[in-house]
Protein backbone atom coordinates (compact mmCIF):
# COMPACT_ATOMS: atom_id res chain seq x y z
CA UNK A 1 0.00 0.00 0.00
CA UNK A 2 1.01 3.34 -1.03
CA UNK A 3 0.89 6.65 1.72
CA UNK A 4 -2.32 7.86 1.03
CA UNK A 5 -3.86 4.17 1.13
CA UNK A 6 -2.38 3.75 4.88
CA UNK A 7 -3.77 8.06 5.19
CA UNK A 8 -7.10 7.41 4.02
CA UNK A 9 -7.19 3.85 6.67
CA UNK A 10 -6.25 5.71 9.87
CA UNK A 11 -9.16 7.76 9.34
CA UNK A 12 -11.79 5.14 8.62
CA UNK A 13 -10.49 3.38 11.62
CA UNK A 14 -10.05 6.01 14.09
CA UNK A 15 -10.58 4.09 17.22
CA UNK A 16 -7.55 1.17 16.03
CA UNK A 17 -5.10 4.22 15.67
CA UNK A 18 -6.05 6.13 18.79
CA UNK A 19 -6.57 9.71 17.29
CA UNK A 20 -9.66 10.29 19.41
CA UNK A 21 -7.64 12.46 21.73
CA UNK A 22 -5.59 14.27 18.65
CA UNK A 23 -8.83 15.06 17.39
CA UNK A 24 -10.26 16.14 20.61
CA UNK A 25 -7.60 18.69 21.19
CA UNK A 26 -7.68 19.93 17.64
CA UNK A 27 -11.56 20.73 17.82
CA UNK A 28 -10.98 23.03 21.48
CA UNK A 29 -8.41 25.06 19.20
CA UNK A 30 -10.32 25.26 16.27
CA UNK A 31 -13.59 26.34 18.30
CA UNK A 32 -11.32 29.37 19.42
CA UNK A 33 -9.99 30.43 16.33
CA UNK A 34 -12.12 32.66 13.34
CA UNK A 35 -15.01 31.05 11.06
CA UNK A 36 -12.81 31.07 8.22
CA UNK A 37 -8.96 30.72 8.16
CA UNK A 38 -6.48 29.91 6.34
CA UNK A 39 -4.07 26.78 7.44
CA UNK A 40 -0.22 26.18 6.90
CA UNK A 41 -0.97 22.34 5.36
CA UNK A 42 -4.28 20.22 4.99
CA UNK A 43 -5.78 18.19 7.87
CA UNK A 44 -6.69 14.82 5.48
CA UNK A 45 -3.75 15.22 2.93
CA UNK A 46 -5.13 12.21 1.29
CA UNK A 47 -8.77 14.07 0.19
CA UNK A 48 -7.00 17.27 -0.58
CA UNK A 49 -4.62 15.23 -3.11
CA UNK A 50 -7.73 14.07 -4.53
CA UNK A 51 -8.87 17.88 -5.37
CA UNK A 52 -5.75 18.71 -7.00
CA UNK A 53 -3.97 19.96 -4.11
CA UNK A 54 -0.21 20.38 -4.32
CA UNK A 55 2.51 21.41 -1.83
CA UNK A 56 3.41 24.80 -3.63
CA UNK A 57 2.68 28.56 -4.48
CA UNK A 58 -0.42 29.31 -5.44
CA UNK A 59 -2.36 26.36 -3.60
CA UNK A 60 -4.00 27.37 -0.23
CA UNK A 61 -6.15 25.28 2.26
CA UNK A 62 -8.99 27.26 4.15
CA UNK A 63 -10.59 25.69 6.66
CA UNK A 64 -14.22 27.24 7.51
CA UNK A 65 -16.76 26.64 10.09
CA UNK A 66 -20.35 25.81 9.81
CA UNK A 67 -22.66 25.88 12.60
CA UNK A 68 -24.49 22.63 13.09
CA UNK A 69 -28.77 22.14 13.12
CA UNK A 70 -31.72 23.82 11.42
CA UNK A 71 -31.20 27.43 10.50
CA UNK A 72 -34.31 30.13 11.38
CA UNK A 73 -35.92 32.08 9.34
CA UNK A 74 -37.15 35.89 9.31
CA UNK A 75 -41.02 36.25 10.68
CA UNK A 76 -43.33 37.57 7.99
CA UNK A 77 -45.12 40.05 8.60
CA UNK A 78 -48.66 39.15 7.06
CA UNK A 79 -51.56 37.88 8.07
CA UNK A 80 -51.15 34.60 8.73
CA UNK A 81 -51.53 32.31 12.12
CA UNK A 82 -48.39 31.74 14.25
CA UNK A 83 -48.71 27.66 13.10
CA UNK A 84 -48.20 28.32 9.27
CA UNK A 85 -45.43 31.18 9.93
CA UNK A 86 -42.52 28.56 8.86
CA UNK A 87 -39.91 29.86 10.90
CA UNK A 88 -38.34 27.67 12.43
CA UNK A 89 -36.77 24.25 11.35
CA UNK A 90 -35.74 25.87 7.95
CA UNK A 91 -33.21 23.71 6.44
CA UNK A 92 -31.09 25.41 3.28
CA UNK A 93 -31.29 23.96 -0.32
CA UNK A 94 -27.79 23.93 -0.45
CA UNK A 95 -25.51 21.58 1.37
CA UNK A 96 -23.15 22.69 4.05
CA UNK A 97 -19.98 21.73 2.04
CA UNK A 98 -21.13 23.92 -0.27
CA UNK A 99 -22.06 26.82 2.05
CA UNK A 100 -18.48 26.44 3.28
CA UNK A 101 -17.39 26.91 -0.14
CA UNK A 102 -18.85 29.53 -0.33
CA UNK A 103 -17.99 31.57 2.30
CA UNK A 104 -14.17 30.96 1.52
CA UNK A 105 -14.73 32.30 -2.05
CA UNK A 106 -16.49 35.36 -0.09
CA UNK A 107 -13.42 35.72 1.87
CA UNK A 108 -10.78 34.96 -0.48
CA UNK A 109 -12.24 36.35 -3.61
CA UNK A 110 -9.16 35.55 -5.83
CA UNK A 111 -9.06 32.05 -5.67
CA UNK A 112 -10.83 29.37 -7.13
CA UNK A 113 -12.43 26.72 -5.58
CA UNK A 114 -11.04 23.45 -6.50
CA UNK A 115 -13.00 21.44 -3.82
CA UNK A 116 -13.76 20.84 -0.28
CA UNK A 117 -14.09 18.02 2.41
CA UNK A 118 -15.48 17.45 5.67
CA UNK A 119 -12.65 17.38 8.31
CA UNK A 120 -14.38 17.17 11.85
CA UNK A 121 -17.43 18.07 14.02
CA UNK A 122 -18.65 18.87 17.49
CA UNK A 123 -22.03 19.08 19.03
CA UNK A 124 -22.15 22.84 17.62
CA UNK A 125 -19.90 22.80 14.70
CA UNK A 126 -18.96 21.28 11.43
CA UNK A 127 -15.32 22.24 9.76
CA UNK A 128 -14.47 22.11 6.16
CA UNK A 129 -11.54 22.25 4.18
CA UNK A 130 -11.48 24.03 1.05
CA UNK A 131 -8.65 23.50 -1.75
CA UNK A 132 -8.04 26.86 -3.12
CA UNK A 133 -5.75 27.78 -6.20
CA UNK A 134 -4.61 31.21 -7.48
CA UNK A 135 -4.83 30.94 -11.48
CA UNK A 136 -2.60 34.30 -11.73
CA UNK A 137 0.07 32.33 -9.56
CA UNK A 138 3.39 31.77 -12.39
CA UNK A 139 4.31 28.34 -10.35
CA UNK A 140 0.29 27.49 -11.51
CA UNK A 141 0.55 28.85 -14.83
CA UNK A 142 3.24 26.26 -15.75
CA UNK A 143 1.41 23.28 -14.08
CA UNK A 144 -0.36 21.47 -16.92
CA UNK A 145 -2.94 19.29 -15.22
CA UNK A 146 -4.31 22.71 -13.39
CA UNK A 147 -3.78 24.48 -16.79
CA UNK A 148 -5.67 21.96 -19.00
CA UNK A 149 -8.67 22.12 -16.28
CA UNK A 150 -9.10 25.54 -15.71
CA UNK A 151 -6.80 27.73 -17.79
CA UNK A 152 -7.33 25.93 -20.96
CA UNK A 153 -10.04 28.27 -23.20
CA UNK A 154 -13.26 26.02 -23.72
CA UNK A 155 -13.92 24.91 -27.41
CA UNK A 156 -17.69 25.56 -28.33
Given at each position: ?GLY?????????????????????????????????????????????????????????????IRK??????????????????????????????????????????????????????????????????????????DKY???????????
Open positions: MKYLSEIYRKIEKYNINELIRRRLIEWRKEPGVIRVEKPTKLHVARKFGYKAKQGFVVVRVRGALSKPRPSSGRRPKRMGVYGYSPSISARKIAEQRAKRKYSNLNVLGSYYVAEDGKYKWFEVVMVDLNNPVVKAIYNEYLKPKSK
